[in-house]
């Protein structure tokens, strides 16, 4: 299907931009999400304010104290960038799961936490790694928790004239591990989850003294499980302290049946997955 009619600017500032943005206008990233949206018009914003010709977007950067991830930074990129294999393992490998490779090079890490899809696998990692999403305005610029960011289904922290402009990402210390791990719609990696869960924890003199961990495509939004974290903190980290930590792994969470799982399946997948990702942040300390 075609989408309905819309106005189309491009601007190549980000002044121009937030003039160009208003009640009925769209930022386009990727398109990866919201030109299919489009095409099923099951949204139909008048104007369409493409942020693809703006400098100083696209890259991924040391700050210092963080790891900064600009709006149009490809999931591509992401996945294969050094900064990021350094210092947001989980993150580097949920972009490397996420769709096919035509998406991976066009679709935005950024776009990607701003559309807040179900299941999507990067806001995961991101909250799992503790990120902070910098939203700018004619009026300034701000900053979100990525938790708080991701307010609902499809609902971020965003009103219609801001553009989310980067990510924030703490930098890795010593005794820290983290990981990404999903079911794909497909059975394999390269789809989104029907249960995917992201793991950070850090490990000092043989036991875990902090850890985050999100899940996706379960509940009506990526969310982060304090649950399972606080029942990691002060544990070896063994395997039956992990699998008992994994236990909770769908509490707070409301579970929503879909297409891919009943109720029962996709609890049980939550937690067989947080056990897994907890684990592989945990050996990659070890290694
Ligand atoms: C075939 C296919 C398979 C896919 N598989 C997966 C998968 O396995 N896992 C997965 O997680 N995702 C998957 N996706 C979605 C893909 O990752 C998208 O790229 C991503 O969800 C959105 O990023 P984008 O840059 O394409 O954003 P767009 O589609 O351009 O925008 C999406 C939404 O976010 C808003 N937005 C985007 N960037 C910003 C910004 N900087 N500031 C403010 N608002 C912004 C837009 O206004 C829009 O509402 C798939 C998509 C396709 C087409």
């Given at each position: 299907m075609y989408p309905r009619q819309f106005d189309y600017v491009a601007p190549t500032s980000l002044d121009e931009a937030y003039g160009a943005l208003g009640?009925?206008?769209?930022?386009?990233?990727?398109?990866?999400?919201?030109?299919?949206?489009?095409?099923?018009?099951?949204?139909s914003p008048g104007t369409l304010v493409d942020i693809g010709r703006i400098p100083g977007l696209d890259a991924i950067e040391d700050k210092g104290d963080h790891i900064s991830i600009g709006a149009l930074v490809r999931h591509s990129t992401t996945a294969g960038h050094p900064l990021i294999a350094q210092h947001a393992p989980a993150l580097a490998q949920a972009a490397g799961m996420t769709g096919d490779v035509q998406v991976r090079n066009r679709g935005t890490t950024c776009g990607s936490l701003a559309h807040v899809d179900v299941a999507a696998d990067q806001p995961a990692a991101v909250l799992a790694h503790g990120g902070v999403a910098v939203v700018g305005s004619a009026s300034g610029t701000r900053e979100v928790m990525a938790d708080a960011f991701c307010m609902d289904t499809l609902t971020a922290d965003l009103s219609p004239n801001e553009i989310l402009l980067e990510i924030r990402l703490p930098k890795a210390g010593p005794g820290e591990g983290s990981a990404y791990d999903k079911l794909?719609?497909?059975?394999?990696?390269?789809?989104?989850?029907?249960?995917?869960?992201?793991?950070?924890?850090?490990?000092?003199?043989g036991s875990i003294t902090d850890?985050?961990?999100?899940?996706?495509?379960?509940?009506?939004?990526?969310?982060?499980?304090?649950?399972?974290?606080?029942?990691?903190?002060?544990?070896?980290?063994?395997?039956?302290?992990?699998?008992?930590?994994?236990?909770?792994?769908?509490d707070g969470v409301t579970v929503l049946e879909d297409l891919y799982g009943s109720v029962e399946y996709k609890t049980h997948l939550a937690k067989v997955y947080a056990k897994r990702a907890i684990q592989k942040a945990i050996g990659s300390i070890r290694a």
């Open positions: 009640d009925d206008s769209k930022v386009l990233a990727g398109g990866m999400s919201l030109i299919p949206l489009m095409k099923m018009r099951l949204l794909g719609r497909r059975g394999g990696h390269s789809d989104y989850a029907v249960a995917g869960v992201a793991a950070w924890v850090k490990m000092d003199a850890a985050r961990v999100a899940i996706t495509g379960v509940g009506t939004k990526p969310s982060l499980l304090p649950e399972v974290s606080q029942a990691l903190i002060g544990t070896d980290g063994s395997e039956s302290a992990v699998a008992s930590a994994a236990e909770h792994a769908v």
